[in-house]
């Protein structure tokens, strides 16, 4: 693909690009922002470095995208923007958000499209980010294992991911639970991506307790396969955006007793369809 009005490179073949030549923080252009969506689509997570941005400015990129999301556990927002998502750790943090490999709210009967991430602070060294390419995890799949998960839907559920994470009263709180196809087709690009993540997918429903058990591991682990990967090397005011309908991700916390801080909006999504 040619780009006119930013700069595209390439972190890997299957995954991940950063780009240049744009400010978030301005309004963007018909085609500038047509470029950016479809560096997205192309690069399936992108990247942007030296971005100062308002919460007001963050929102306003995010909702050229689509109508921003309130998350559904965490009450840490900032007064009057209840649909930012703070992310920060510090010495005296018990968790981070994301240390599992996830793909955001996939419990939600309408999963979030993308999430765009701005970190503010980052520690001297440590505190990466890894996404992977759920069309390659599919597209590397053998063809018998293909034809049988294309039969299959899963369980995602909020409930373990969220009771009690957030250290609020969270009793009578009923958290999302929904169950999607177990490869989805985006919307956009057509193109298949396993969907089921180590973070919130619990069942297969049609497979015994045993056999959905081993099929989702394997699933996990074949996600898990590096070469699927890119990884994030934040610095100060970068932005990660994310596709979260063809992308996992995870969160590397091994910078403890460092801070690291910054704000996520979430894009609303669809729910999750396949067509052959
Ligand atoms: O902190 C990060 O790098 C990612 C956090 C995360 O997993 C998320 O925002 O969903």
Redo the contacts with the bound molecule.
Sequence with gaps: MTYQTIEVKKLTPHIGAEIGGVDLSRPLGNQQFQEVHDALMENLVVFFRDQHLSVDQHKAFGRLFGELVVHPASPHAPEGHPEVLV?HADENSKR???EEWHS?VSCDAEPPMG?I?YLTEIPPVGGD?LFASMYAAYEKLSDPIKRLVEGLTAVHDGEHVYRGRYGVDDRGKVFPKAEHPLVRTHPVTGKKALYVNRGFTTRIPQLSRLESDALLEMLYRHAETPEFHCRFSWQENSVAFWDNRCVQ?H?MWDYYPQRRHGH?VTIKGDKPFYRA
């Design positions: 992310i981070v958000a994301g955001d999430s991430l980010t991700h969160a996520r």
